[in-house]
């Protein structure tokens, strides 16, 4: 059974910087491409980066590139996003999702097959 748990998520001040994990069971993270996306209240869900199977390169969108940094750790059989220099911007929940057929990554939610429940991150002072 495919499954996916984020983690990490909790409320912070600007500035600040927040790890979150995607645990994955039921397959090896390292076969799957892993995205990372977020939905802030009345947005639609946005991807902010990805990690592609097996050779693991990484996209990520403009609006994170710099500050947010996603890694997978095969034997954890965990992906990461370590995300630096939060703002108010960055709050809502936070969502790791896997690919199965893929050898590249995407920000299209439609090409990911399971989802994790979400985590929810909060900048405010």
């Known amino acids: 059974q495919v499954q996916l748990v984020e983690s990490g998520g909790n409320l912070v001040r600007p500035g600040n910087s927040l790890t979150l994990s995607c645990k994955a069971s039921?397959?090896?993270?390292?076969?799957?491409?892993i995205g990372w996306f977020r939905q802030a209240p009345g947005k639609h869900r946005e991807g902010l980066s990805c990690?592609?199977?097996?050779?693991?390169?990484?996209e990520y969108v403009d609006s994170v590139k710099g500050r947010f940094t996603i890694s997978r750790d095969d034997a954890k059989n965990t992906v990461f996003l370590q995300m630096n220099s939060l703002t108010p911007d960055d709050t809502a929940v936070y969502y790791c999702a896997a690919d199965v057929w893929r050898d590249w990554c995407s920000f299209h939610t439609y090409e990911y097959d399971y989802w994790g429940q979400g985590t929810q991150v909060t900048v405010s002072v």
């Open positions: 990690i592609s199977r097996h050779g693991g390169g990484t």
């Open positions: 039921g397959f090896n993270v390292n076969d799957y491409a």
